[in-house]
């Protein structure tokens, strides 16, 4: 059975705060994913990496960085939040061009 | 570009109706759709896919090209069955996906 597993379910920063979101799988997939998810407005595309150490910026990649060192592990960062970075973060993890696999969500509250 | 459209944010239906979740899309070569499905306090995961022309809990959904069309299907809606619905999209070898603005299914007693 896949898992992804991210660090925190909830999560409340500041603004200016650098925030790390941290995202593992289990199952040796190749590519990883983060999304944001907001109402109204789907998932969207922030980076993705198809292998350690690459790395493509999705559809909305300002305010934000990643990080793939080892391959089971796949970080977002926030160099410095913002408001307008309130939301659910959801991390994602798949085989060559195949099923996407999905982690539980962090909520991120920036004040 | 590549973009998904699903035009209904909410839909409701009774338990036993048919239940239609519209998704077009755009995309200029020959793209792989899906439908992931959110139940409440889970994991977004994968309904169906289109290569796979399975049933899966009584969805269906096919791609018509000429309409540029994958709108999910089921013909007796069950309680269960409510939930927030993306469609999506990838054309890449990456499988990069892009997804729909989502329908919350809700199937009513």
């Known amino acids: 059975d896949v898992k992804v597993t991210q660090s925190s379910r909830y999560l409340v920063k500041r603004t200016g705060e650098k925030v790390f979101l941290e995202c593992v799988q289990d199952?040796?997939?190749?590519?990883m994913f983060w999304y944001r998810q907001d109402p109204g407005l789907g998932l969207r595309l922030i980076y993705f990496?198809?292998?350690?150490?690459?790395?493509e910026k999705g559809d909305i990649p300002e305010g934000y960085s990643v990080s793939r060192e080892k391959k089971e592990r796949f970080s977002l960062i926030l160099e410095s939040a913002s408001t307008n970075q309130t939301s659910m973060y959801l991390c994602?993890?798949?085989?060559?061009?195949?099923?996407?696999?999905f982690g539980p969500g962090t909520r991120l509250t920036v004040l | 570009a590549q973009r998904v459209t699903q035009p209904e944010k909410l839909l409701s239906v009774f338990k036993g109706a048919p239940v239609e979740l519209k998704c077009n899309y755009s995309?200029?070569?020959?793209?792989?759709l899906f439908w992931y499905v959110q139940y409440s306090r889970q994991r977004l995961q994968l309904l169906l896919r289109?290569?796979s022309r399975e049933s899966i809990k009584g969805f269906t959904a096919d791609l018509n090209k000429g309409e540029t069309s994958f709108h999910l299907k089921k013909p007796f809606a069950q309680e269960e069955d409510s939930a927030m619905y993306y469609c999506?999209?990838?054309?890449?070898?990456?499988?990069?996906?892009?997804f729909g603005q989502g329908t919350i299914l809700t199937v009513h007693p």
């Open positions: 994602a993890s798949s085989p060559r061009a195949n099923e996407q696999f």
């Open positions: 199952m040796d997939h190749e590519n």
């Open positions: 990496s198809y292998d350690v150490k690459m790395k």
């Open positions: 995309y200029s070569g020959s793209p792989e």
């Open positions: 289109h290569i």
């Open positions: 999506a999209l990838t054309g890449t070898s990456y499988g990069k996906l892009t």
